[in-house]
Nanobody, 115 residues
Framework: QVRLVESGGGLVQAGGSLRLSCVASRNIFSLNTMGWYRQAPEKQRELVMTITTGGTISYADSVKGRFTISRDSAKNTVYLQMNSLKPDDTAVYYC?????????WGQGIQVTVSS
């Protein structure tokens, strides 16, 4: 079992920045993949950015050059730094982990970008 707890969301103006944090209940390097998905109203949940144990990063084209993912193993935490935010980034952001084929989700955190 893996528990994931997100923090750092909120309201920001377009062009601003936010950093999301996700604390895992297990050593993050024991998790095959960790990262972030998001879901906007009336849309499907979509990939934002993930990182594997080996450091391979996957991301949506829409966030390329604006978002970065990082991790701190001492804190069992993965971060999503979001810069140059746009109104289209408004969504509930979910921390994601995959551990030996089982997917785990955080409770979700709201990010709202005003124009």
């Amino acid at each position: 079992q893996v528990r994931l707890v997100e923090s750092g969301g909120g309201l920001v103006q377009a062009g601003g920045s936010l950093r999301l944090s996700c604390v895992a209940s297990r050593n993050i390097f024991s998790l095959n993949t960790m990262g972030w998905y998001r879901q906007a109203p009336e849309k499907q949940r979509e990939l934002v950015m993930t990182i594997t144990t080996g450091g391979t990063i996957s991301y949506a084209d829409s966030v390329k050059g604006r978002f970065t993912i990082s991790r701190d193993s001492a804190k069992n935490t993965v971060y999503l730094q979001m810069n140059s935010l746009k109104p289209d980034d408004t969504a509930v952001y979910y921390c994601y982990a995959n551990w030996w084929g089982t997917t785990y989700w955080g409770q979700g955190i709201q990010v709202t970008v005003s124009s």
